[in-house]
């Protein structure tokens, strides 16, 4: 029988590794991350989205931390490449890509995290104990997890791969920046010049209202044709209204695409001639383009990575037919004596193997497969098609380029004859009208062609010139 002096240091020593037991867990609480509240303020985003500039010191730092070729006369004067980086420094869709990338890489860090041991305290109060005997038992019991099969690793594969299709649609995301930017600037710059054609030709047709007119009072013409003559000066001042219109709705277009207020803008020298220089089709090979498309394009590499991913999902699901083992050791003081315990469980795969998660992982490795699949087909057809909208574009516009140059050799003879007395003042204005017409005409066909190349560049996911596709220093 053990007495109650005996009991006392035995007692202290059982609630000193009681409290122990505590006071280490505590301490693993204070290492966890705090919470600090970040809240949004819509208002706020207004203003300081009405304050963006293409003046900013930290987007032109931004700007000269790229691998691009920066103006004389920066930020007055501006490039494709300075508009992109623009576009990539205001762009939030690029923000959110690489917030997603950052989950991607907080899942990994829960991937390749081991499961926690658990401890657990059960006191328990004998109420019949005999004399001189503690009635309270104390015991601890322990749970060590431990994973079989290689799951860990399958996690972190599968993370990895998720990260790098992340990074493949931040590529692609800043890759959509830059072609927005590039189509809204060329329409911006086609109604600027398409709005200058149109002026003159109003002034080209008031001319001639205004000679006709004199002829008319004479009699020399009659009422029809001079008729004609006001519907056709009337027609022209609306349709330079019109364009005048069509500019403006562009421009704030291009300051959309750029992620900025359209009074950026104001200011910037619109001067960009290698957008409208045109490849000749020798150069374009339907072969190569397609091969460059299907290792090139970052939409392909993302579902590469994705089946990546599903692969490695499988092997989870398969190894997760294998159940884990805990390791369940134990002490406990029963009235006055010291009893140890080892335990081992493990569930028993009787009733099912994982069989249905391993089948939707499966499933899932096909889906990314057949997707694909499906947008290799696409790419490939669509590359065909745009060459040969590119092909029968270009081939437009050097059939109305030389109309245009041919009418413009037919109006400097009718200046030259005119300047001798020649020609009469209405017949240089028609002329002069006529070398508008086929002009805007060849302009028209030129800005298809480019907008074609522009689309062709859109399904190879990969500039034709010297502009770089994905920008620098923003992604995690």
Sequence with gaps: MISPAQLKPRRWRMYTAAAAAVWTGLGALGGCAQYHAQPLKPAAFHRRFQHRSLTNPHLRKFIADQPI???????????????????????????????????????????????????????????????????????FNFDIPIETAGRRQDRMAQALALIHAGRFNFGQTAWNVRQTIRRALLEYLYARRQTRLLARQAADTRLILSLLTARFKAGDISRPVYTAAQIQARQAALALLAARGAMQRRRMRLAAAMSV???????????????????????????????????????????????????????????????DIHLGPGYSFNQGANEFTLGLTMALPVFNQNQGPIAAAAAHRRVIAADLLQKQTRVITAIGTALTTYRADLRQWRAARAIALRQRGQWNLTREAFAAGAQ?????????FALNTYQQAALGARSAAALALGHLENLLEKPLGRTPAQPKGLQP
């Excluded at 007055?76 to 980086?85: D, E, I, P, Y």
């Excluded at 045109?278 to 072969?287: E, Q, S």
């Excluded at 009469?424 to 002069?432: D, F, H, K, P």
């Design 69 to 139: 070729h920066v103006r004389p006369g920066f930020p007055r004067r501006q490039s494709l490449s300075t508009l992109v980086a623009t576009g990539w420094y205001y762009s939030a869709a690029l923000r959110m890509q690489a917030a997603q990338i950052a989950l991607a890489q907080a899942h990994l860090i829960t991937a390749s995290q081991s499961p926690n041991p658990s401890v657990g305290l059960s006191p328990t109060y004998a109420a019949k104990a005999g004399p001189g005997v503690s009635p309270w038992i104390l015991g």
């Design 261 to 323: 207020p359209a009074r950026a803008l104001v200011g910037v020298k619109w001067f960009f001639p290698h957008l409208w220089r045109l490849p000749p089709v020798r150069a374009l090979k339907l072969h190569p383009l397609i091969r460059a498309a299907l290792l090139n394009r970052m939409d392909i590499q993302s579902l590469l990575a994705r089946y990546q991913a599903a692969q490695a999902a499988l092997k989870l699901q398969v190894a997760r037919q294998y159940p």
């Design 424 to 432: 009469s003042r209405l017949a240089l204005a028609e002329a002069q």
